[in-house]
């Protein structure tokens, strides 16, 4: 995985080896690894690239789903005072995510060794040992969203919404990491929050690993596997969808000045995703896109719901 100051949108390249034998792999057996994303985080997005640490608030919204993000603050066990994390961007987090959430449902329990297993997780993205910087990146994403405050709502008619204030991860254990003249906190042991906990074993999109694995430098190119995946099986059969470009620009074009340049990058982001998950029925037209109908990329399996927290 390269630095996200250039993963963001740089990855549009000719399809790799590895995104070619994953997509044939695909083809040719199920899914031997599962992780899963929430249903909000598969319609709204987190930054791509990193806002500055000036930025404290992030909000997205789309359709009737609304996502907004504070930047937290962390105890330095060192100095003993807090000091202010930024935001959650890029690849990583994204990552972090359907890792954290994975875990909670595999062990139906909040809490999640992240010394143990976070590691591991890593090295079969990137079919590879990380390096220790690498691991420090995906160190400090983590303690950024450990810090970080969420509200997701939902529109549920004209005049009612449903809103959960939550934090994804509402304890941990918090470590200094040095190395390479570097000082990262980084917390060892995570505990999602009982709210997001809940929430996640009832609303969580399963996806393929190797999906994940073969998209894993691009954000945009997670986002979309994401969203299609989230979405796809879920309009009636004979009834397409249709998306402008312009309501699709307001949904993933966070960096780009211009529709045009926007719809260029995205439809080679699509070709990409696509060779992932080949079963989504999406049609490209000079005014959008036409969603039909699709079979999940992974076939439903029974997520434990209830008592999670016994």
Not at 75 to 91: A, E, H, I, N
Not at 109 to 130: C, G, H, K, N, W
Not at 140 to 154: D, I, P
Not at 164 to 190: H, N, Y
Request: one cysteine or more; hydrophobic letters at 40%; glycine letters at 4%.
């Amino acid at each position: 995985m390269t630095d996200d100051r250039d993963d963001n949108f740089s990855f549009l390249t000719p399809v790799s080896r590895r995104r070619i034998e994953s997509s044939a792999e695909m083809l040719e057996a199920p899914a031997a690894r599962i992780v899963y994303q929430h249903t909000v985080l598969c319609q709204t997005v987190l930054p791509y690239r990193d806002p500055g640490d000036e930025v404290r608030e992030w909000e997205r919204q789309q359709g009737a789903v609304a996502l907004k993000i504070h930047a937290g603050e962390a105890r330095d066990p060192t100095t003993r005072r807090f000091v202010k994390l930024g935001l959650p961007y890029g690849s990583r987090p994204r990552l972090i995510l359907t890792y954290l959430n994975s875990e909670a449902l595999k062990t139906r329990s909040p809490r999640i060794d992240v010394e143990r297993s976070l590691t591991a997780f890593i090295r079969r993205i990137q079919d590879r040992p990380p390096s220790g910087p690498e691991v420090r990146r995906f160190k400090e994403q983590l303690a950024r969203l450990a810090a970080a405050g969420v509200r997701m709502a939902v529109d549920v008619s004209s005049d009612r919404a449903f809103q959960l204030d939550t934090k994804i991860i509402d304890a941990f254990e918090l470590w200094l990491a040095k190395g390479d003249g570097q000082r990262v906190l980084w917390p060892s042991v995570v505990e999602l929050s009982p709210r997001y906990f809940d929430s996640l074993a009832r609303h969580a999109v399963p996806l393929d690993e190797r999906a994940i694995a073969a998209l894993s430098n691009s954000p945009l190119a997670l986002d979309v596997y994401a969203w299609l995946a989230q979405r796809l099986h879920r309009i009636p059969k004979g009834k397409p969808q249709r998306l402008t470009w312009k309501a699709l620009y307001e949904q993933f074009g966070l960096g780009f000045d211009r529709i045009r340049k926007f719809r260029e990058t995205f439809l080679k982001v699509l070709a990409v995703v696509h060779t992932q998950y080949s079963a989504a029925q999406v049609v490209v037209d000079a005014a959008g896109l036409e969603l039909r109908y699709s079979p999940p990329p992974v076939a439903p399996r029974l997520i434990p719901v209830g008592n999670l927290t016994g």
